[in-house]
């Protein structure tokens, strides 16, 4: 069983950045970040393989948010740039027991463990 803990949500003003951290109790393969806006359904952002070589985003993120892990460290991490209000949510950690191998990484189901979840409010 992997535990998952974020943490580096907060208040921050629309075009500032801001970086969320996950700790893990254990050994993770992919891993990766959604969010769940008030109102709305839980939707993916970001994943990355195990030795961080492969990467995907969701175009609403792409170009803005940077995911990266240190497995020395069990740390997964989401560096954001240039938030938006439209970013304000709730961000989860997801790890799976198998590496990324595809689309089907964007799906929540996919994922066998999750963070209790980190706020992030982006002000106007």
């Not at 170009?63 to 938006?84: C, E, P, V, W």
């Amino acid at each position: 069983q992997v535990q998952l803990v974020e943490s580096g949500g907060g208040l921050v003003q629309a075009g500032g950045p801001l970086r969320l951290s996950c700790a893990a109790s254990g050994r993770t393969y992919a891993i990766g970040w959604f969010r769940q806006a008030l109102g709305k359904e839980r939707e993916f952002v970001a994943v990355i393989s195990y030795r961080g070589g492969t990467t995907n985003y969701a175009d609403s993120v792409k170009g803005r948010f940077t995911i990266s892990r240190d497995n020395a460290k069990q740390t997964l991490y989401l560096h954001m740039n240039n938030l938006k209000p439209e970013d304000t949510a709730v961000y989860y950690c997801a790890a799976d027991g198998q590496d990324f191998s595809g689309i089907l990484y964007r799906l929540a189901r996919t994922y066998d463990y999750w963070g209790q979840g980190t706020q992030v409010t982006v002000s106007s």
